[in-house]
C-alpha cells in the first residue's frame, strides 16, 4: 500500500511516497532515512475514489524489456538494474529496486515478485517460479508476453465494437435533447394561445418542451445526477452480479459469453500447463477468470480430476467445455500435450467470437440509426403536424 509522508529534512520540509502494509511502517522507513516525519497519509486521501490515482505496473512492458536485455547476454541482476537505472517513473523504479534487494539477500525471482501481488500477478509468479525448476526463465518470459498480448487483441476487438454503437447513442441523445429543450419551445411560441387546438401528441411535445427549457439548469442537473448515480451503482459489486446474472440468463448472448469466459480460462490453464504447472494447480489458479457459477462447475471438475476421472470427461459432466473444446481435449490426453490443446482450444474459440462481435456490431448499428432516426422524426412531424393541417384546411 502506497502512503504519502510529510516529513523534514536537514534542507527543510519534504514530501515522499512509500511502500508498506500500514503507516506505522511507513512512518519507521521515513525516520531511517533521517527524517522527521510530520504526517502519514495513504495514497489517493482526500480524493474521491473515482479520481484517485492508482498506480499500476507495466508487467507487459517489463517482460519485453527483460526478456530483450537477457537474450543480449545479460544476467538477471544485471538485466534488473539497468532497467531500474533507466526507469522515469519514480513508483517502478522503486519497485525494481526493492526486488533487487530481494535477489541479493538469497531470495529466488518468484519468492521476490510474489511479495508485490499488486504489480505480479499469480500467474505470472507461477510461470517464473516454473521456469526456475528448468533453468528457463526467456521462454516462461516468451509464452506470459504472447498470453498477454492474445488477451489483449481479444479486449481491442470488444472495445473497438462497443465504441460506435455508444458514440451514436449519446449523439442521437444529445440531438434529441437539443431539438425538445431549444426547437421545441420556439414552435411552441408561435403556437402561444392556441396550444389547445393542436393534435394531443403535439400538444404533449410542446409541453414539455416548455417545461425542458424553463427548468434548463434543474433538468441538466437531474440528468448529472442519474449519470453519476449509474456510474456509483455500476461500481457497486452487488449491482454488477445482478446485472450480470440477468445478461447470463439472456438467449444467446448468455452462451456467447460463457464462450468467451471459457476461451480466457482455457488460453490460460493452456499456458501454466505449457509452463511446467500441474493440472490442478492450474486450474485453481484460473478460476478467478470466470463467472461465479462457472466457478462452482470448475470445482466440481476439480474434485472429480482429483478422484482420477480424465479432465475431458470431467470437465463435460461439469459442462465447462464445448463440442470442439471436448473433443480437443480428449486427443490432448492421448498425445500428452493438453498445454498446447488447450491453447489451440482458445484460439479457435477467439476466431468463432471475432465473428459474433461482428455480427453483433452490424445489427445494432442499424438498429440503433433506425430507433434515433424515429425517435428525431417523430419529433419533428409532431413539430410541423398542426401546420400541416392548417396548410390542408386552406385548400
Known sequence: MQFVISALSGNGRVSLNLDAKHAEEAAE?????????????PAGAGRLPMFARRYRFPISLFSRELLSLLGSGLSLMEAL?????????????KLLMQVLDHLYQGESLSSAIARYPDAFPPLYVASVRASEKTSNLPEALTRFIAYQEQLEVLRKKVTAAAVYPVLLLVLGSAVALFLLGWVVPRFASIYEGNLERLPLASRWLMQWGVMVQS???????????ALTGVFFAFKQPAVRAALS???WRLPGLGERLRVFQLTRFYRTVGMLLSGGIPVLTALTMSEGLLHPELRLRLANAAREIREGKPISDAMEASDMTTPVALRMLRVGEKSGRMGEMMESIASFHDEELERAVDWFTRLIEPILMIVIGLTIGVIVVLLYMPIFELAGSLE
Open 245 to 247: 446474472r440477468r445478461i
Open 81 to 93: 538494474q539497468t532497467l531500474a537505472e533507466k526507469e522515469a517513473r519514480a513508483e517502478t523504479r
Open 215 to 225: 427548468h434548463a439548469m434543474e433538468t441538466g442537473l437531474v440528468i448529472l445526477l
Open 29 to 41: 522507513q521515513a525516520r531511517r532515512q533521517g527524517l522527521t516525519v510530520l504526517s502519514v497519509k
